[in-house]
Every structure is written in structure tokens, then in C-alpha cells.
DNA sequence: CGGCAGTTTGATGTTACTCAATTTAAGTGG
DNA sequence: CCACTTAAATTGAGTAACATCAAACTGCCG
């Protein structure tokens, strides 16, 4: 067996190119290396429900980890590079280092937190809160990993994206970002948000 | 240290009553013994999300485990009683023993597969299909726990209960209750959900 | 019998969706 | 550099879904 731990794959995907397919048995632990992918859940009549943005660190696929069959599917959004580990490393070290399985269950529990509140979200906000809310938990990641500068963040997604990850039209979408414009909250436009109104963004999409 | 995995409490909690709240460090391990519970996300102006029902068996507050904060607060939803294994019994279990091990990341893994689903439900689906996918969801949970005669399964959720879980207002999950029997495909009345046309609920709310 | 919590029903208001047309932006090939 | 093409964003008008408000109804318990 090869030493745990050891990238065992790393490939590019072009965007919009699918890297995982949920119910899938996956070979590897897949980790994004660099660019922006999400994860989402696709529904037969063409509906679908984008579950989480990641960005370069974030692992693409934890369930993984256990050897389970992928409970989401993921695609590229930019074009990016994937990094690969093998499921039996991982595993192995997950069995015996202690400090590796308080990462994984570190993680395991963030992302049971992600998803509840994005359910809370998605059952009980209106449409702006639910944007502001998109844009209020992106912020922070964008910004551990591109240097800021004016409050202003890449920002890679298309309103369809925006739209399937908070539950309403793209028509919709593009109608609240205009009035958010219009208030001096954020302002997105050609690949990039400028943060405008910080507090009032939080005012509007804080989870309290 | 106590022996792991040894119940160090047991007691009732009348219906309604508080068990955990959210952002708390949990003592126990909790474990719903009888009766129904509820995790939810308050929000401060007053609306919440239903997360999870609980049944019999099934672990209150599974963050518990690690050590963390709890991530939901729990409600009794009819009169329970809940045990509470001690954390650290738990965690040395979770450390030297590898079915145990293996138990509880299945688990984490069910639960973000589950919040994964609601989010998907909640962001895509309609009144109607949000209203039988919770059904549809209950349905083999309730089987394992009661003898099911007639397809009459015990149902204690208050409409409130209902619309709090799936994002409606009680006002509109009491038309769609109304629509659904009227159409012969459910009926809920007096602690007591009637399936008449499975198939059918599965094919509103099934996820596909 | 009276009171209370929960459900049902009706009327009306608001939010978000649909459909369709227009504008903008970003290539692409001449 | 400029028509031409194409994808994305914006805007308007009409509609559907769900919320709100209020009243009536039900079953239950004292």
C-alpha cells in the first residue's frame, strides 16, 4: 500500500465538467487544488439544488472518506485542478492517528451545521435574506484566500448558480441583486461583488 | 471513570418541554427512549425549522459526541424519556473501538445525507411535494417502531409542527392536508396518519 | 355549559414565477 | 477594427403560489 496521505491523482477539470456523481462509489478523496466547484443535488425534471460553493482547500467529497457512495454530485465551475488521495490511506489514518480523526470529525460536524442551516435558510427566509445569506457565509471564505482589496471579491457565479443554490429564479435573482445595487448593499457585476453596506448585508442575511 | 457506554442518566420530560438548546456544550450524550422529539434552529424574530423528528432509539444530539457545542436545539414533542450516556465514556469508545468507530461516522454520514435532502426539498419542492416527502420520510421510521395495522400510522405532529418542518404557514399545510384527502392519497386526523394511495405519495414526494 | 387549543374556511394581499422582449457583454471570424 | 453570434442579465406584464387576517367550527376538558 502506498504511504497514507500521498496525493495519488491530480488532474484539471475544464468548467462546468462534472466531477462526481452522486450514488457513486468513489475511488478517491478528491480535494480542490485550485478554482471554485460545488456541490449539488440534480433532480429528474431538470430541478436541481446546489448544496455548497468550494473553494481551494475544500474537500470535494467527504463521505469519501468512509468509502460510502457520494451523497452529492459535484461539478466544476471555473476550470480547476483536483487533487486526489486514496480512500485507503485516508481511512488508515483516520483509524490510528487520533489528531486525524478529530480533523474528520471536525469536519463531519461543520458540514452537518452547513447543511442545517441552510435548511433553516431555505425554509424560512424571503429571497433577499436568502441572497444575503449566500453572500454573507462566501465573504469570509473568499477572503482567507485572494488578497482584498475595496471590499472587493472574485466572484465567479452565474445568477442560474445563485439562483439553484438559494431556491428561486434566475429572473428573480437578478431582480433582488438590483435592488441590493439600488440600497448600497452589494453590488455584483462581471465576475466580481463589492461589499457595499457590510452591517446592513448582515442585518439582512445573519442566521440569528 | 465510569464504565463506557453506561446509561449515567434517565429521565422524563413532559410534552413540549426544553431537552438542549442550540450553541450549549452538551453533558450527555442523549438518547430518546419513548415518546417523539424535534430538532429545530430558532430564529429570533420568532420563526424556526423543524430539522428532525425523533423517535425512539435515535440520538438527540449527535455533536454531543465530540465534545461540541450542540448544534440544534430539542424539544419533547409528546411526553419522553431520554437517557444520557456520559461523553467521555463515548469518545473512549469512539478512540479504541473500531465497530463503534464505524457506528458513528455511518451515523454523521445519515445526517448529512438527510439535512443534505431537506435543504434540496426545501429549496425545489412545492407545498404539496414538501408536505409528502415529510410523510413519505416518516412512514418506514414509524413502521420500525409500531405495529402498523391498516396502514394507520401514530402521527402526534400538531399542523403547526408540520409548516414549521417544511417552511408553510399551519394555514396553508391544513389546505394541502385538506387537498390530499380530498384526492385520496392521505388523511391525518385525531394522532393518526392514514396512507391510502402509496404510490402516489411517493410519486409527489419521493426525491429522484 | 363555557373556555380553550387546534383546525378549517373565506377573502384579500404579497411574493415569487412565467413568458417574452430588450439590453448588455463577450467572443469570433472577416 | 468591425459586423455577427451567442450567452447572460435586465425589464415589463400577467399569473400562480403561498401568506395574512379574520371568522367560524371542532373536539376536549373542566
Redesign the interface.
Known amino acids: 500500500m502506498e504511504a497514507p496521505g500521498q496525493i495519488t491523482r491530480f488532474f484539471p477539470v475544464r468548467a462546468g465538467g462534472q466531477i462526481a456523481n452522486r450514488n457513486q462509489i468513489p475511488n478517491d478523496v478528491l480535494v480542490l487544488c485550485s478554482g471554485w466547484a460545488y456541490r449539488y ?1 440534480q ?2 425534471d431538470g ?3 446546489i ?1 455548497q460553493f468550494l473553494l481551494p482547500g475544500d474537500i470535494l467529497s ?2 469519501a472518506i ?1 468509502g ?1 457512495s457520494h ?2 454530485s459535484v461539478k466544476a465551475l471555473t476550470e480547476v485542478m483536483v487533487g486526489g488521495f486514496s480512500t485507503g490511506g485516508v481511512r488508515e489514518r ?2 490510528t492517528d ?1 489528531a486525524m ?2 480533523t474528520i ?2 469536519y ?2 461543520a ?3 452547513d ?6 435558510v ?3 427566509y424571503s429571497a433577499e435574506e436568502r441572497i444575503a445569506h449566500l453572500m454573507l457565509r462566501l465573504v469570509p471564505r473568499i477572503a482567507a484566500r485572494n488578497v482584498i482589496r475595496e471590499h472587493r471579491y472574485p466572484f465567479p457565479l452565474r445568477q442560474q448558480h445563485v439562483a439553484d443554490a ?2 428561486l429564479t434566475p429572473v428573480h435573482v437578478s431582480r433582488i441583486f438590483g435592488l441590493l445595487r439600488e440600497r448600497g448593499v452589494v453590488s455584483i457585476s462581471e465576475g466580481v461583488m463589492r461589499v457595499i453596506d457590510m452591517p446592513e448585508l448582515e442585518r439582512l442575511g445573519a ?2
Open positions: 443535488i433532480l429528474s430541478r436541481r439544488q448544496l467527504p463521505e468512509f460510502k451523497l452529492f483516520y483509524a487520533s480523526r478529530s470529525s471536525n463531519g460536524i458540514e452537518i451545521r447543511a442545517a442551516e441552510l435548511a433553516a431555505l425554509g424560512q438559494v431556491g442566521l440569528r
